[in-house]
């Protein structure tokens, strides 16, 4: 079955305290694309990759980083977590980032809390 | 900037149609309109997508407008279980041909019994 698996999918941690979530897809897919959600700002872009080893800022990119050493995963690393990045994340994949017409899916999503 | 402009919400009666208007006056040629639904906090799910035919699947059809400025996604017989937020969206293609993905505030589709 074609999917994208997150994890943790929750996730209550400290100000402060080191934390990857992970993102892990089985379609072969070229692009992948961290977001965040909050309350009335809808869907916005952190980082995304069009391949291995290239990765750029989305719109919300402070506070993140992200690697692609292989294909398959893309893991959101929050190197000093702080409040205001408590939020539900989602992780997003398409067959490639060149062409609009490829079909984009998403994960299920992982609510990170940081107190 | 905002990219699509959609009603913040709308309600249906169940089994009636579902015609959800989007708004997308700067589309280019080469940008595809998206639909995509999300269920409560659930990762949003992807219903169709079109250039600048209309499109049927098995969920939904998606009626583009002949100048592509705006669409409608339309649920022909609606559901308890449709009741979602839906996300119009256009692909577009980044600074360095790279695709970002914009979602905006969606619609909040209320399906009453």
């Known amino acids: 079955e074609a999917q994208v698996t997150q994890n943790p999918r929750y996730l209550i941690t400290v100000t402060g305290k080191k934390l990857t979530v992970t993102c892990s897809q089985n379609m072969n897919h070229e692009y992948m694309s961290w977001y965040r959600q909050d309350p009335g700002l809808g869907l916005r872009q952190i980082y995304y990759s069009m391949n291995v080893e290239v990765t750029d800022k989305g719109d919300v990119p402070e506070g993140y980083k992200v690697s692609r050493k292989e294909k398959r995963n893309f893991p959101l690393i929050l190197e000093s977590p702080s409040p205001n990045q408590t939020s539900l994340y989602f992780c997003?994949?398409?067959?490639?980032?060149?062409?609009?017409?490829?079909?984009?899916?998403f994960g299920e999503g992982s609510w990170l809390t940081v107190v | 900037d905002a990219k699509t402009t959609q009603p913040p919400s709308m309600d249906c009666a169940e089994g009636r149609a579902a015609n959800l208007p989007c708004n997308h006056s700067?589309?280019?040629?080469?940008?595809?309109v998206y639909w995509y639904r999300q269920i409560h906090s659930q990762g949003p799910q992807y219903i169709i997508h079109?250039?600048?035919n209309n499109e049927t699947n098995e969920m939904a059809s998606l009626i583009i407008t002949e100048d592509r400025k705006s669409s409608t996604l339309i649920l022909p017989h609606a559901t308890l279980r449709d009741t979602a937020v839906y996300y119009c969206?256009?692909?577009?293609?980044?600074?360095?041909?790279?695709?970002?993905?914009?979602f905006g505030s969606g619609t909040k589709l209320n399906v009453k019994p």
């Open positions: 700067t589309i280019s040629g080469n940008e595809y």
């Open positions: 079109g250039l600048k």
């Open positions: 969206i256009v692909r577009v293609v980044g600074g360095h041909n790279f695709n970002k993905f914009y």
């Open positions: 997003a994949s398409s067959l490639s980032g060149r062409s609009t017409g490829n079909t984009i899916y």
